[in-house]
T-cell receptor
Framework: DTGVSQNPRHKITKRGQNVTFRCDPI?????LYWYRQTLGQGPEFLTY????????KSRLLSDRFSAERPKGSFSTLEIQRTEQGDSAMYLC?????????????????FGEGSRLTVL | AQSVTQLDSQVPVFEEAPVELRCNYS??????LFWYVQYPNQGLQLLLK??????LVESINGFEAEFNKSQTSFHLRKPSVHISDTAEYFC?????????????FGSGTRLSIRP
């Protein structure tokens, strides 16, 4: 399968513990995005990378959240000292760079997500 | 800043009936517009997009959406739905200046098809 892969698919943790999610994008995509989705809501933008550079972070991404993409391939999203409010589906997506009006503009390829439950 | 409003959280329709899923957006700059679909137990995938040119865009499975700049809307329509269209549909916008690097999603509309 050559789609976007996320691991683990489900994570249950106790409040205060650290968790890490991994995303493997489609190999030729140089943009990688993290979104968070809670029940009844659409995906909320967290951050995105172009190659290894983290170009934007949402204000939703508190100091307890950190994302890396060290070699411009896979990415990790770590949440430290988890809180119950962190319970959500964490979505990863990848894409080609969006040239204005270009054929690939705006098409994000999503993984199936990593569901976090904080007890 | 951009925002997207999907007024209907759920839309139940009978099979073969027409459907319209509403989407309105707010933006002070020009935007690209998208509809993404999430089928049960699958990841989100692009359904259709408006970048420029004709304001009416179509998907391969019979959906269409029309960009209306004066009403800041991008409603999704299908003249006759099928059971397989059961899914959650998300409208999204991205400011042109971002080259689609930042995509803002609406809260979604769950389309349920009754036989």
């Amino acid at each position: 399968d050559t789609g976007v892969s996320q691991n683990p698919r489900h994570k249950i943790t106790k409040r205060g513990q650290n968790v890490t999610f991994r995303c493997d994008p489609i190999s030729e995509h140089n943009r990688l995005y993290w979104y968070r989705q809670t029940l009844g809501q659409g995906p909320e933008f967290l951050t995105y990378f172009q190659n290894e550079a983290q170009l934007e972070k949402s204000r939703l991404l508190s100091d307890r959240f950190s994302a890396e993409r060290p070699k411009g391939s896979f990415s990790t999203l770590e949440i430290q000292r988890t809180e119950q409010g962190d319970s959500a589906m964490y979505l990863c997506a990848s894409s080609f760079p969006g040239l204005a009006g270009g054929e690939n503009t705006g098409e994000l390829f999503f993984g199936e997500g990593s569901r976090l439950t904080v007890l | 800043a951009q925002s997207v409003t999907q007024l209907d959280s759920q839309v139940p329709v009978f099979e073969e009936a027409p459907v319209e899923l509403r989407c309105n957006y707010s933006s002070s700059v020009s935007v690209y517009l998208f509809w993404y679909v999430q089928y049960p137990n699958q990841g989100l995938q692009l359904l259709l997009k408006y970048l420029s040119g004709s304001t009416l865009v179509e998907s391969i499975n019979g959906f269409e959406a029309e960009f209306n700049k004066s009403q800041t809307s991008f409603h999704l329509r299908k003249p006759s739905v099928h059971i397989s269209d059961t899914a959650e549909y998300f409208c999204a916008v991205s400011p042109l200046w971002s080259s689609a690097s930042k995509i803002i999603f609406g809260s979604g509309t769950r389309l349920s098809i009754r036989p």
